[in-house]
Every structure is written in structure tokens, then in C-alpha cells.
């Protein structure tokens, strides 16, 4: 009889956001009459930029007639898009990034998960606690670590990020291979300092490493001097892979457009020691499994680097990091601490209690949805995040019934 992939079996068992909607959907039922206000999920609320929707009308207008129609694109993304993002999200901040070192693709989800299967099943793994789930499910499932033992698998060196370190991670004291870091943070909000960043460029070139960066909430970094790219750090086209979104920055999440960026000399070993180049190795992945982002999609997103797209993006993330200020402040008036929200549309409360215990509190008695931290890790635990996606008057709502609730 055919079998399965075994390793499946060592995920936990349901996802954290289908908890969390199972506990909202038994509070709804209950109390039909009170409604619910969702800080949960980190999904955008706010329509797409003008710019976005007029490229997407005018691409839909060539495929509509013979002479301008689209078939199959390159499956890397179409050069129009490539320069204009080595260009825009590169060069112009002092960067080294080439178009033809961007692979175009229909979501960094995808990208970050799919990554792991060019390297071997035997990498070492560094993950940061707590994290955006994809990075250690997707290598769970390719086998590359043991069993789940208390929140932790076996076979991962977890990446604590706590108070006591800003949220930030330092490299550890071991040797590995792949590591895994987002800056700006989901779900913490931290964003790394370029010193920092360049430690972990300087861990990674010493243990011939290759560090996953993900960019995912680049466009929110509004702090002076902090990296919005690891290709700021001297040296990290050697030892990085850098993931992008129009998601966050443009509000594609219904849309799907991002972005990876392979540097061409970036190199990994084979068992017998020989380099191979990493670039090469993700365009032949890429062009086998994947055939492109649709063109209106890409016209659009590129629509983003136009004058009008520049300003316009701006506004959005702007508008969201308003609501972030007015949750931090909010949360700090209730006198707990927090990190986050200030170059991140999330912020992660420290609410001195078991997490899952302060979301049915929110829940039950203020009507609004957070995220439990112990969902994204065992450093998770006493912590939520609240996402700053959302129209301000829920914002406003939501923090007037939480001050209710807790006071
Ligand atoms: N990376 C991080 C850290 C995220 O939080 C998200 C989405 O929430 C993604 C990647 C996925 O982005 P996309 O919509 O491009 O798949």
C-alpha cells in the first residue's frame, strides 16, 4: 500500500490561527449580538494603491488583443519587474543586487518554505523562538528534524528572542548551517541594529553558513540607520538569500507578487567539498516547479517603484504604523511592556501571564482577537501580538474596550 511521508506526523496537529479561529467561532455562537474585532491575523485591510489598479486594468487591456497578448512568461519574472526591484530596493540604498539575481514568484510563503529543498537533508539548522511558523514546519516535514518534545524539536538550534535580549538573537555559541532570521520581526516587531546584522554575517562566513533573510516588512522600517536589506552588511552577498512581498508594502496579499534575491556568487558545498553556486542551483528549482507570476500581477507590482506607487505605498504603511503607535501607546498605558510598532505593524505585549489565558480574557471581555504567543514558540509564552492591520475606528474600538476590560 503506498505510504506517507511519516514526517507529516511530527507537526503539531492543527494550525495556531485555526485554534484561535475555533475559540472565536464558539465565542460568536454564543454571543451573537457582540461584535468581534480581529487583531489577529496579519492579513491587510485596506484596498489596493490607485497606481496598482490602473496597471492592472491597462495589462488586462493588452491581453484582451492579439498583438499586445501574453502567453507563458519567463518564469523567473519579467525584466521590466527584475531591474526595476534592483534598482529601487537596491541600488538606490547602496545595496549590490542585479536584476537577473531576482527570482519573481507569487509569495515569499512559498519562497521561504520551498528554499530548504536545494540544501541537504542533513543541514543544520538555526531557527529563531518565537517565529513565523513556516520556517521549522516546512523543515519538519523534509525530515530534517526529530521529534516535537515539549514545544521544541529535536534537531533545531532555536534562536531565543526575549526581553532579556531585545527580542534580538545573537549568534550562538554552535556551529550550523542554515539560519533563519526576519527582520522586521513577525511576530515580535524587533528590528535588528546593523551591528547586529553584521554579526550574524560574520557567524555565517566563518561556519560557511547561508543566512535566510526575510524582508517580508522592509517597507515599515522608518528608524534612521536601520538595515532595510542584509545586503546593507558588508559581505552578506556571500552568505545570504534575501525574501521580499508586495504584501505588506502594497497590500497584495489577495494579489500575490514577491520577490528572492540570490546573489550570483553565493556558493554551497557538495558531500565530496565542491562549490556549487546556490544561484543555479534555485533558477533550475525555480524553472522547474514554477511558471511564473500572471503579467497584470507583475505590472502592477511594479507599478509600485512609479512616483505615484512610491508615494502611495508610503501612505499605506504609514496609515498602518498610526495604528501601531496608538496600540503601543495603549498597551503601555496599562502599564505592561511591549516591543514593536515603531518600523513593524506588530507589537508584542508582555502580559505577565500564560498567553493563551490573556487571548480568552480579550476575547471574553473586551470582544477583540489577538494572537497568543505561545503559538509561534516556547518564547512565545507570556506574550501576544497584536497586529496593527486594520481600519482605524476598529483600532480605536478595540483599545477602548481592552482599557475597559483590563482597568
Ligand atoms: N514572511 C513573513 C515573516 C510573514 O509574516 C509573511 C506573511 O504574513 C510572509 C513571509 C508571507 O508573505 P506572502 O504574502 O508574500 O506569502
Redesign the pocket.
Known sequence: MIRINEHFTKLKASYLFADIAKRVNTYVAAHPDQPIIRLGI?DVTEPLPPICIAALHAATEEMAARATFKGYGPEQGYAFLREAVAQHDFKAHGAHVEADEVFVSD????D?ANIQEIFAADTRLAIPDPV?P?YVDTNVMAGRTGVNDDGRYAGITYLESTAANGYVPAPPAVATDLIYL?FPN?PTGAVATRAQLAAWVAYAKKNHAIILF?A??EAYVRTPGIPRSIYEIEGARDVAIE?R????LAG??GL?C?YTVIPKNLQARDAAGQEHSVHALWNRRHTTKFNGVSYPVQKAAAAVYSPEGQAQTKALTDFYLGNAKLIREAVQQLGMTCIGGDDAPYIWVNTGRDSWEFFDLLLNKAQVVCTPGAGFGKCGEGHVRISAFNSRSNVTTALARIAAALR
Do not use: E, P
Open positions: 496579519g509569495g515569499s510563503k512559498c521561504v513565523y513556516v526576519c513577525n526575510d517580508a516588512y525574501f512581498s508586495f504584501s505588506k497584495f496579499t500575490r514577491a
